[in-house]
């Protein structure tokens, strides 16, 4: 396929916009999980990701002013900080826990939206979800939701208000990367709102193949946090997000049952 004008342009311009906020990256990471502060530093600058998020219910950002913050060593005016609701179990405890993320950060509107429905799983709790973005929506906050795969019920967090969904890959932390591809590619074909891949990631192909499948970023934690090396996996994922996109605006050769040769026979001298 040809290199077209339009490709070259859509490769080179081609921000990711969440809320009405432009981002050249579109990996997104948490900062959990990892040894000290000085690890997640450099693993959140090896991975060049501009939005990091933070479990509010886990994580210093000032509200234990005689301990280690986050703010030290990834401070506000250079990442969006999206607080995340993890390890809440009911709409009343994520919205809360919103709330107060908007406290500590000064009227912060961003939030990812995270109820759980399962200690075993971490599968999400559609109902109290769905609960919970309605109220938060109509209390002003910007709300990114995690969800299961089913592209219904990402089309209803789009329509209700959501700026982005973000379906899982597979259950949180397990690194076992595209589970259903074909429902995640539907989520994307039917998409009003950018659409991000959020857990079951373990290493790059893995983020690849979300990129490829069209999905607009990729948010991990644990497949850089848990490898062996988390700043060299953060520099792996950075590469993996971005080869994928390209892929993607390229567009894939078509798959065939039969070989064809690079070199064809027609049209040869001799």
Do not use: W
């Not at 990402?154 to 700026?163: H, I, K, L, N, T």
């Not at 990367?177 to 991000?196: D, S, W």
């Amino acid at each position: 396929m040809a290199v077209t004008a339009e490709t070259i342009r859509r490769t080179t311009n081609d921000p990711l916009v969440i809320a009405g906020r432009t981002y050249s990256s579109r990996l997104l990471v948490g900062t959990g999980k990892y040894k000290d502060l000085e690890e997640t530093r450099r693993a959140v600058e090896a991975s060049g990701a501009q939005i990091v998020t933070i479990a509010v219910r886990r994580t210093n950002i000032g509200q234990n002013p005689n301990e280690p913050s986050l703010t030290d060593v990834l401070p506000p005016t250079q990442y969006t900080y999206l607080p995340n609701t993890a390890g809440c179990y009911s709409a009343s405890d994520a919205i809360r826990t919103c709330r107060l993320a908007r406290e500590l950060l000064d009227g912060h509107d961003l939030v990812k939206l995270e109820v759980l429905g399962s200690e075993k799983t971490l599968y999400p709790d559609i109902p109290q979800t769905l609960a919970a973005a309605e109220i938060l929506i109509k209390d002003g906050f910007k709300v990114m939701v995690y969800t299961n795969d089913d592209p219904i019920v990402a089309r209803r967090f789009a329509e209700m208000g959501c700026v982005a969904v973000m379906p899982l890959a597979a259950p949180i932390g397990s690194g076992l990367g595209i589970r259903n591809p074909y429902n995640i590619r539907f989520i994307v074909e039917e998409a009003t709102v950018p659409i991000l891949v959020d857990a079951g990631v373990g290493t790059a192909s893995d983020a690849a193949i979300a990129m490829e499948l069209g999905c607009d970023g990729v948010l991990m934690n644990t497949a850089i946090a848990g490898a062996q090396n988390p700043v060299l996996m953060a520099q792996a994922m950075k590469k993996a997000v971005e080869a994928g996109r390209e892929a993607f605006l390229a567009g894939r050769m078509p798959r065939k049952q039969y070989g064809s040769p690079s070199s064809p026979l027609g049209g040869t001298f001799f």
